[in-house]
């Protein structure tokens, strides 16, 4: 038998743990021994055994908000910096909305807006959080004539990347992971200019871009060729330029890009399927079937597509894939779920999927 006075209280490390408190039960009478101590080992032939009890999780709650401007509308691009019981940012979607989540109860939260060129009412907001928070607003008010450049502060910069390459409000463990690769460089500029540079970098290299907006890049230029524009660099000059506009690659990049997050859930699915509904919706739209036109051989298809790519192919490619085009055979170029250009008697036929064949072996990468 063990003496109880002797026993000692000790998690399995043998260090205090406040949290996983140890306690002594009597196997013959269920009693709690309280006041008494526990070993980390006990024999099995004692009546005592070590009952672990973990503490209760912390309750969580959530702060969420508004900036907008004196004259309602909401501002986004703001930081929103939150300190007390954790210490997070964030940056306002473009209705001015910003939220924070899982934040421990019971600690006092403020929460502080900053923007260049514009000073906020309040300047902060400090509460005790004990439930939601979902009134933590604020008013914009622009300081006349803007001085300074958003772009320069980390947050506002990052966020506008993941709004013009991807199309979408930064996820938070996104913005804070490319915002800490700025402002790691502290107050040394030049170290500043090169993580600012990367992260642009990165964000073109990147598999949600490559996938969504890039790709939409190359299907116009493979379908439609190059538009022509006028440079005045080292004198008035024609060049080519892409001759996707603003308007139809906004909206098209969103399509593909609908409920993709690189790395979250089924993203990959999800892409694929984006890609497929895509590309079929755009072989049928009327400027595609009037630029490449149902009584277009096989052959006049992937040279008139080769020729807009920038003549990608080599002999034996496009030969190949007049063949797979004219014998109805798949293309094994990635990212083809079947259908495609179907050609029979000389003339092709529109599926679903038509061009889809063409557009991932003529493209770049």
């Known amino acids: 038998m063990i003496r109880t006075s002797l026993l000692i209280c000790e998690s399995s490390h043998g260090e205090p743990d406040a949290n996983n408190q140890l306690k002594l039960i009597d196997r013959t009478t269920a009693q709690i021994f309280a006041s008494k101590t526990v070993c980390a080992q006990v024999n099995e032939l004692s009546p005592f055994v070590i ?66 060129n514009y000073t906020f009412a309040p300047s902060s907001r400090s509460f005790s959080l004990i439930a939601d928070q979902t009134n933590a607003v604020f008013t914009a008010l622009a300081n006349g004539a ?33 915002a800490n690769q700025i402002s790691s460089c502290g107050a040394d500029a030049a170290c500043v200019e090169v993580k600012r540079i990367n992260v642009s970098a990165s964000f ?44 139809e690659f906004l909206s098209d990049t969103q399509e593909i890009g609908r409920g993709v997050i690189v790395n979250q859930g089924n993203w990959q699915q999800q892409l694929e399927d984006n890609k497929n509904t895509f590309t079929n919706e755009f072989v049928q739209r009327s400027r595609f079937t009037t630029a490449l036109p149902l009584s277009m051989t096989a052959a006049q298809f992937v040279d008139a597509l080769n020729t807009n790519a920038g003549n990608p192919l080599s002999e034996a490619e496009r030969n ?33 999927g038509v061009c889809l064949d063409a557009v991932f072996w003529l493209s770049p990468a």
């Not at 772009?151 to 996820?171: A, I, K, M, S």
């Not at 116009?220 to 190059?226: C, E, F, S, V």
């Not at 085009?325 to 092709?348: D, I, N, W």
Request: some cysteine; charged content about 10%.
């Open 204 to 247: 073109f290299l990147s598999i949600e871009f490559q996938g969504t907006g890039y790709l939409v890049a190359r299907i116009y230029k493979a379908a439609y060729g190059d538009a022509s524009g006028t440079s005045t660099f080292h004198g008035a000059h024609q060049l080519p330029v892409p001759i996707v506009r603003f308007n």
């Open 146 to 178: 803007p001085t300074l450049n958003p772009l320069d502060t980390t947050g506002f910069f990052v966020r506008q990347h993941y709004v013009d390459f991807l199309n979408r409000e930064p996820d938070p463990s996104g913005l804070n992971f490319w």
């Open 320 to 352: 190949q894939l007049v063949n797979d085009l004219s014998t109805g055979a798949k293309s094994p170029s990635p990212g083809v779920a079947g259908g495609g250009r179907r050609c029979g008697s000389g003339q092709c036929r529109v599926q679903p």
């Open 51 to 116: 009952a672990q009890t973990l503490t209760p999780a912390a309750a969580s709650a959530t702060i969420t908000g508004q900036i907008t401007t004196s004259d309602g509308a909401g501002l986004g691009g703001v930081t929103i910096l939150l300190t007390g019981g954790q210490s997070r940012f964030t940056v306002t979607d473009s209705q001015g909305h910003y939220v924070f989540e899982n934040l421990q109860t019971e600690p006092v939260y403020s929460v502080t807006p900053s923007l260049v």
